[in-house]
């Protein structure tokens, strides 16, 4: 069974940092992009980072360039998305989401991926 599971979400204050992981299950990662989602209360659903299938090449939404980092472990089967100078703004549910490596997946648009974990909240808030 093809599973990814998020983790690492969380409340956090202004300013803070969190760390999210998403583990594949099921089938390797070796031959997939992975991308970082968000949707927020009331918003749709955005694109908001994306690493290569090699990990050496990464892709960025305006919103979070420069606070946030993607990073992978393959060995691990295991996504990561570094969350720094976190916003109130950046509150909302975080899914990780696979697109087979020849795919457009570095436009960050959800048809591109295939596979969809069930998404961790993160709240930054006081």
């Known amino acids: 069974q093809l599973q990814f599971v998020e983790s690492g979400g969380g409340l956090v204050q202004p300013g803070g940092s969190l760390r999210l992981s998403c583990v594949a299950s099921?089938?390797?990662?070796?031959?997939?992009?992975v991308a970082w989602f968000r949707q927020a209360p009331g918003k749709e659903r955005e694109g908001i980072s994306c690493?290569?299938?090699?990990?050496?090449?990464?892709n960025y939404a305006d919103s979070v360039k420069g606070r946030f980092t993607v990073s992978r472990d393959n060995a691990k089967n295991t996504v990561y998305l570094q969350m720094n100078s976190l916003k109130p703004e950046d509150t909302a549910v975080y899914y990780c989401a696979a697109a087979p490596s020849g795919s457009s997946w570095f436009r960050l648009v959800q048809y591109e991926y295939n596979y969809w974990g069930q998404g961790t909240q993160v709240t930054v808030s006081t």
């Open positions: 690493i290569s299938s090699s990990g050496g090449s990464t």
């Open positions: 099921g089938f390797t990662l070796d031959y997939y992009a």
